[in-house]
Every structure is written in C-alpha cells, then in structure tokens.
C-alpha cells in the first residue's frame, strides 16, 4: 500500500471547507450578512477585542472595521465600553443577543447542509465526525496569539 502524500493537506483542506462554507451560506437566508457574522465570530471567540485588533484579525483598515462594529452595535449585537487599561480606547463584546443571533446562522447554515451529511454512508459520517474532532484539537493547540495591547 502507497502512503498517502500529505504535501497539499493544509491547502487542500483550506479548499474544501471554503467551498463547504459556500454551499452552506449559498443554501439559506441568513438573519445578518456573513461578513457580520464571521466579525461577531471573531468577537465570540477573543471575548472582547479593540478595535485595531479587530481590524489586524480580518486584514483591514481600522476605519473600515468602525463600520462593520458600529453596524453590529446598532443592531444591538455588540457593546463597547472603555479599555480599563487605556481610556482612549473601546472594547467590543458581544452581547446576549449577538450569542443567540450567532447561534441561529450556525443552526441555519448546519441545516443547510445535513440533509447531504445524512446521505453519507455511517462510516464516513463516522469519519467526518472524528475529522471534526481532530480539527477541534488542532485549533485548540494552534489558536493564534491575539495582537498585545
């Protein structure tokens, strides 16, 4: 048996779940923009970030990154209160009802494609579900340092 060559895996993995996200996003009406809900994501997942380091995560300017949390905080998804550290600058949370509104695009967006998930043979989904497993651990270990204040 020829061992399996792993030298495209990173960019081949990349490749495939793009294009799930697509087929997900593509199947359903989501209640925000996806743009939105990768930021309030991102917010999720750093627990309270700046501004700049907001806009360091996602590759942009921050005038650009004031939009798109303004546009969450006037949706009543984020909040912003003072950096205990630096008066000048915000921190952004997300709110209560940011948690249940990222909630409801992951459920719409997984019910968009589970009915081809249900299709699998149950030893794939066996081993997709372990594959999740897998990459679970993997951004765990591998999470990124957030940019120092």
């Keep these: 048996m020829v061992a399996p060559v792993y030298a495209s895996l990173g960019a081949d993995l990349l490749s495939v779940v793009a294009r799930l996200n697509r087929l997900a996003t593509q199947r359903v009406a989501l209640p925000i923009p996806g743009a939105q809900a990768r930021l309030l994501s991102t917010i999720e997942d750093l627990e309270e970030a700046r501004i ?16 798109q949390v303004r546009r969450l905080e006037d949706a009543g998804l984020t909040t912003r209160a003072t950096d205990p550290q630096d008066a000048r600058a ?9 948690v249940d509104t990222l909630a409801q695009v992951r459920q719409d967006r997984a019910a ?5 998930l249900d299709r699998l043979a149950p030893e ?26």
């Design 124 to 149: 794939d989904r066996s081993t997709l579900a372990q594959a999740v497993e897998v990459l679970r651990r993997f951004l765990t270990d591998t999470a990124p340092a957030r940019p120092v204040r």
């Design 52 to 67: 700049s380091e907001l806009a360091t995560v996602d590759h942009c300017s921050q005038p650009t990154m004031t939009t």
């Design 112 to 116: 968009a494609i589970d009915p081809e």
């Design 90 to 98: 915000v921190l952004i949370r997300i709110t209560d009802k940011g």
